[in-house]
Each structure stands twice: as structure tokens, then as C-alpha cells.
């Protein structure tokens, strides 16, 4: 009997294949984590655009009604007046805890139901304040 010959085979090396899948699949997997974050910052974008689209037309709602009331003769509560010849009204009617829909109305004539919108427009009810905290630098030395 002859003794076998060594032929030099080894098996395959699985050290650089292993470490090669287990970068693909961790690559993966912080893919797939972005993408859900993206996809939940999304839909809560998306529910608060949505609310505050709502949040408008229901103020809209509101001023419409106080102006149909205006117009049929009624002195609606919470709207103000001024002028001599011409009557203005000024009311507000709140959108959200920082947004208010502000209107301004000429009456012309309440007989005739004639009436000017002056002003119609969404403003801020939170008072700006200034940031004057920056620090810049003076062309001194430290």
C-alpha cells in the first residue's frame, strides 16, 4: 500500500466571510433604525400640520359666524367698536394657547349689509422677546 500523498488542501478560511456578513447585517440594521425614526418623526409631523390645519378652520368657522352676525344687526359679545361715521369691529377668536385670528370689520351699512374687511390674518399672542445673550467677540484678548 502507498501512503497518501499530502495534496496541500486546507479548508476555507470563514474568518473574512463571517466578518463580512455580520458588517452587512449591522449596516442593515442601523438602515432599517433610521428609517423607522424618519417615518415616526414624519407621522408626528403630519398629525400636528394636520391639527393645526384644523385649529385654523375652526377659528375660520368662528369668525365667519361673528361676522353673519355682525352683518344681521346683532352686537355679538367680545367684539369691539369704534368710529364715528363709519362703524368698525374688532374681535379675535383664539386658534391654539399661542395664535389668535384677528379681524377687522367696516360696517357700512347695517341695513344695507355692506360691509369692508379690513384685516382678516393669523398673529402671535406670545409677546417676542429679544435674545440679546450672543457673545461676540471684541477684537481683545482673551
Not at 99 to 122: F, H, M, N, P, T
Request: aromatic letters at 10%.
Amino acid at each position: 500500500m502507498e501512503p497518501k500523498k499530502n495534496t496541500g488542501f486546507s479548508p476555507p478560511t470563514t474568518g473574512g466571510v463571517s466578518l463580512l456578513v455580520v458588517f452587512a447585517v449591522l449596516c442593515l440594521t442601523v438602515f432599517a433604525l433610521l428609517s423607522l425614526a424618519t417615518v415616526q418623526a414624519d407621522s408626528r409631523l403630519s398629525e400636528a400640520s394636520a391639527r393645526a390645519v384644523s385649529d385654523y378652520y375652526a377659528a375660520d368657522y368662528e369668525a365667519q359666524c361673528i361676522l353673519a352676525r355682525l352683518r344681521a344687526g346683532e352686537r355679538p359679545e367680545g367684539v369691539t367698536y369704534s368710529g364715528s361715521g363709519l362703524l368698525y369691529a374688532l374681535y379675535a377668536v383664539p386658534i391654539s394657547d399661542t395664535q389668535e385670528l384677528q379681524v377687522s370689520v367696516i360696517l357700512q351699512g347695517i341695513a344695507d349689509r355692506e360691509y369692508i374687511i379690513q384685516q382678516w390674518k393669523v398673529a402671535s399672542t406670545q409677546e417676542w422677546v429679544a435674545d440679546d445673550g450672543l457673545d461676540l467677540w471684541d477684537g481683545g484678548l482673551f
